[in-house]
């Protein structure tokens, strides 16, 4: 019930820069990672290093239509991003918010994203841990973040971590092993 409820809200994003080889060869690396919508204007919200870096970024929805985003704004203190595509409102399924001010260790929890590039995939586990630090790519420290033990891989980074309601609790940013 909770991924037919939120499916529609995640979408996967694709990204593209340009980099150097190992002979200063200008060459374009693309990349790729998830996003949940928020609302029906366009507004995307991810990670902020799957973006980073890019050239080009667009965003697929669930119906398989493509979108050029734009950057609206990103805090890389916090890995959060947020993208602007100009879809038709229809095709928009804002995820709904939930409160991540009451979670427990052993919470059941779900993260929907795009590992591998397989697009909106589920996983499930539990809360492990609550406020656990980590450091960010700009060597600060994140703070308050949620543990879980859901299986989450590469391309599952900006996607949703929801509660058994449906609900946006949290977003998938790091994997650590």
Request: overall charge neutral; some cysteine; hydrophobic content about 40%.
């Amino acid at each position: 019930a909770v991924y037919e409820k939120c499916n529609r809200s995640v979408v996967h994003i694709s990204t593209r820069s340009v980099a150097l080889d190992s002979f200063l060869q200008v060459k374009m690396r693309e990349g790729g990672g998830s996003g949940s919508v928020l609302d029906r204007q366009g507004m995307i919200l991810t990670n902020q290093h799957v973006i980073d870096g890019a050239r080009e970024v667009s965003v697929s929805l669930y119906n398989g239509l493509s979108y050029a985003a734009a950057l609206v704004g990103q805090d890389p203190d916090t890995d959060i991003a947020i993208l602007k595509i100009d879809a038709p409102a229809e095709q928009l399924f804002p995820i709904e918010w939930g409160d991540s001010s009451g979670l427990r260790v052993g919470q059941k929890i779900l993260a929907i994203g795009n590992p591998f590039g397989l697009e909106r995939t589920m996983s499930t586990g539990m809360i492990s841990s609550l406020n656990r630090q980590i450091p960010s790519r700009e060597r600060r420290t994140m703070r308050s973040l949620i543990q879980i033990d859901a299986s989450i891989n590469q391309g599952n980074s900006g996607g949703p971590l929801l509660n058994t309601r449906g609900q946006l609790i949290g977003m998938n940013t790091a994997i650590m092993s």
